[in-house]
């Protein structure tokens, strides 16, 4: 059963904000939503991490609804080089082989 | 640069075969991952090892194993290799046992059966 459900693939333009769902329906309590992006032939890279609400760094924005069922990594004003594979990651920290499942990842195409 | 390291970089071998890949993690990370990525596909999660111990395993073939040394470098030995074993494999290391503490990628060690 897959932990995570994510778009396979979105286009956006420079400049524009760049919305990204993943759907975790059995999310468990323990569990928090983490966000990678990967470039081709480079190993992924973490971009944000929360458990409830909204978070917020220097690259992005995370918003969490209250039923935790969903997330949506938030990406403003892209560039060509946010062009990238971006997974969702659910995991509790425990010691769950689950915790490791990534996903089929969004590839995400910023256009000029 | 993650701090995690990755030998070797490129791999080249014939079916058959067996190979050992490196991976040293991050300065005080105590936690190791291991990850296969073919062609265009996901990441599937290997084998996780904690100061030693195996902690958590995923799709790893029989043909393949790991371990955890004390000075807590880590090695995934693949053999009788194939072709289907082609692909870029990832170390990652945490400082925790869990994955929701963020992981660190190496840059990736690519395997090439011919």
């Known amino acids: 059963l897959a932990k995570t459900t994510q778009p396979i693939s979105m286009d956006s333009y420079e400049g524009q904000e760049v919305n990204i769902t993943c759907s975790h329906n059995?999310?468990?309590?323990?569990?928090?939503i983490t966000w990678y992006q990967q470039f081709p032939s480079q190993g992924p890279r973490f971009i944000i991490q929360g458990y409830k609400t909204k978070v917020t760094n220097e690259v992005a924005s995370l918003f969490i609804p209250a039923d935790r069922k969903s997330s949506t990594l938030s990406l403003p004003r892209v560039s060509l080089s946010d062009t990238a594979v971006y997974y969702c990651?659910?995991?509790?920290?425990?010691?769950?082989?689950?915790?490791?499942?990534f996903g089929a990842g969004t590839r995400l195409t910023v256009k000029p | 640069d993650s701090g995690v390291t990755q030998t070797p970089k490129h791999l080249i071998t014939a079916t058959g075969q067996r190979v050992t890949l490196r991976c040293s993690p991050r300065?005080?990370?105590?936690?190791v991952y291991w990850y296969q990525q073919s062609l265009d596909q996901g990441l599937q999660f290997l084998i996780q090892y904690y100061n030693g111990e195996e902690r958590a395993k995923g799709n790893i073939l029989e043909r393949f194993s790991a371990q955890q040394f004390p000075d807590l470098h880590s090695e995934l030995n693949l053999s009788s290799l194939e072709l289907g074993d082609s692909a870029l494999y990832f170390c990652?290391?945490?400082?925790?046992?869990?994955?929701?503490?963020?992981?660190?990628f190496g840059p990736g060690t690519r395997l090439t059966v011919t």
């Open positions: 990651l659910v995991a509790s920290g425990g010691y769950n082989n689950n915790d490791m499942r």
């Open positions: 300065s005080g990370d105590l936690s």
């Open positions: 990652a290391s945490s400082s925790r046992t869990g994955g929701y503490y963020e992981q660190y």
């Open positions: 059995n999310i468990a309590t323990n569990d928090y």
